[in-house]
Nanobody, 127 residues
């Protein structure tokens, strides 16, 4: 059993910063891809950033240059540093671990039976 616990969400003004963290507990797999997706009501969940166990990183075009993902394999933790936040970044952010190759494709990630999701943490950016 794997549990993902996110923290660090909140409300900020445009231009501000937040740092999300996610700790993986239970039957952890250090060779899994770890990442972040986000979702707003009525929209499909979208990939934000992902990092594999070797440090290879993928970002969505909408966050490149503003967000930085990092992971600590020894602590089974992944972080998302979000700078220069915009109102359109407002969403529920989900931590995810998956044994598939690191991708931001929701169909591929969600389709694997060993993919695990956190409960989500809300990020609200006001203009």
């Amino acid at each position: 059993q794997v549990q993902l616990v996110e923290s660090g969400g909140g409300s900020v003004q445009a231009g501000g910063s937040l740092r999300l963290s996610c700790v993986e507990a239970g039957d952890t797999q250090s060779d899994y891809c770890m990442g972040w997706f986000r979702q707003v009501p009525a929209n499909e969940r979208e990939g934000v950033a992902a990092i594999d166990s070797h440090g290879k990183i993928t970002y969505a075009d909408s966050v490149k240059g503003r967000f930085t993902i990092s992971r600590d394999n020894a602590k089974n933790t992944v972080h998302l540093q979000m700078n220069s936040l915009k109102p359109e970044d407002t969403a529920l952010y989900y931590c995810v671990t998956t044994p598939v190759f690191c991708t931001l494709n929701l169909t591929i990630v969600a389709g694997h039976p060993m993919t695990h999701w956190g409960q989500g943490t809300q990020v609200t950016v006001s203009s």
